[in-house]
């Protein structure tokens, strides 16, 4: 009886020492801006004016791992997309990288995950090495047992479109694309049982939304709905929000492999505070909603999980810290930040989950939660002397709201010139 006490209060306290180290949400640390604040700084942001409990890189920044030393954050590493080809075939190179970005700060700065590549299988210009990519994670794995690191899950990171066709709805048809199902996703699930890792998953209920707002409530996107009732009909699972039928999406397509209890972490989500003027919904309103409501389901304790995993603890990352200035791409891409690169607050949120609703100041009013109909006008910039690239550009950006027949480019001598697309 004593022996049984004994190991239930160590299961008891196992538990919640590891909630306790996990349940803060985590938020990534890009480094597209040339106005960003130095690494030692950025560090003190994340744990004081955000809360966060740990943070994921895009890299192995030498200078941000030298910063996130003995800070108690947990980190996520990456190995670039550029390195996995070659990696999957060399060993002594996958070694060689542990040994120069890995070895140097752990355990000091407390390494977590390893990711192998950023959402490698969304891009149809890497399909190439797309059969690589699970022979790279074995790679790393290997190089992190041969230098006695312990307690780093390696995996990668993918977005929702490695499912095929409209596999949120309803979550219960959640399926892989055939083009990787078999050769990728089932060998890479069966390497994460095996190291018990977790499935990597940007979540962006954003775009699903924004790709049909007509069809999918604003509030059921936002975690806000409290009417509104989705129900599966594969399994009669009742959904309240778009998040969870994303997630579990996963789940059931990872059922259909055979692998139905792979733990899912969440690696990117978030809402945009600015877009261009057809870019819907992007505005503060809207971010800080998304975001504490999702900060305030990922904190829940004791868990509450997703209607396919009920009572499941999910970790998570925010995209992103800053709002980065470089970030090539339409607006919205420049503006996923928590933080204006000065260091304050886009708008308030927590982190860690221990701040009421009620103590956040009042938000600014949404002016663009439907779809814009004035005028939109397409402006060639400053120095944009490359005629070819100048035309590609402009016939893409005006092929997204007019017909091209009457496009044509005004540009002489080197001088700026504007036109207009033609939506009148």
């Known amino acids: ?123 149809p210009n890497n399909r190439w090495f797309w059969l690589k990519l699970v022979h790279t994670m074995r790679r790393i794995q290997k190089a992190l047992k041969k230098h006695r690191i312990q307690n780093v899950k390696v995996g990668t990171s993918m977005a929702i479109d490695v499912l095929g066709g409209s596999s949120v709805y309803p979550p219960s048809n959640g399926s892989f694309r055939s083009d990787i199902s078999g050769s990728v996703m089932k060998p890479m699930l069966r390497f994460l049982s095996e190291t018990k890792s977790y499935l990597y998953l940007d979540a962006y209920p954003y775009f699903d939304w924004a790709k049909d707002p007509e069809k999918i409530d604003l509030d059921y996107a936002l975690f806000e709905s409290k009417s509104i009732r989705y129900t599966d009909p594969g399994t009669g699972l009742v959904y309240t929000n778009l998040f969870d039928q994303t997630v579990d999406s996963m789940v059931f397509a990872m059922k259909k492999l055979g692998y139905p209890n792979i733990p899912i972490l969440i690696t990117e989500s978030g809402w945009p505070s600015a877009g261009d003027y057809d870019q819907i919904g992007a505005n503060i309103y809207n971010a800080a909603t998304y975001n504490r409501n999702l900060v305030k389901k990922l904190t829940a304790r004791p868990p509450v999980g997703t209607p396919a995993r009920p009572g499941r603890a999910m970790q998570g990352f925010i995209f992103a810290l800053f709002n980065e200035n470089q970030k090539p791409g339409p607006t919205t891409e420049r503006h996923f930040g928590l933080l204006y690169p000065n260091g304050s607050r886009v708008y308030g949120i927590d982190l860690s989950g221990k701040t009421a609703s009620s103590n956040y100041k009042p938000l600014p009013v949404p002016t663009n939660n439907k779809p814009y109909k004035g005028r939109i006008w397409c402006v060639v910039a400053q120095g944009s002397n490359n005629k070819t690239a100048l035309e590609a550009a402009l016939t893409y950006s005006c092929s997204q709201v007019m017909d091209l027949a009457s496009f044509r480019v005004l540009l002489s001598e080197g001088r700026r010139r504007w036109r207009l697309c033609g939506v009148l």
């Not at 299961?11 to 604040?37: D, W």
């Open 1 to 123: 009886m004593g022996g049984l006490l004994h190991l239930l209060v160590l299961s008891f306290v196992l538990y919640f020492s590891r909630a306790e180290a996990t349940s803060a949400v985590g938020v990534n640390y890009g480094q597209l801006g040339n106005n960003l604040p130095s690494p030692p700084d950025a560090v003190q942001l994340i744990k004081n004016q955000l809360s966060s409990g740990s943070v994921k890189l895009y890299d192995a920044n030498p200078q941000i791992l030298q910063a996130l030393r003995n800070t108690g954050l947990e980190v996520s590493t990456m190995v670039p997309n550029q390195l996995i080809a070659n990696m999957s075939a060399d060993q002594a190179l996958a070694d060689h990288w542990v040994a120069s970005n890995i070895v140097p700060f752990y355990p000091a700065t407390k390494i977590r995950h390893l990711l192998v590549g950023n959402e490698i299988l969304s891009d």
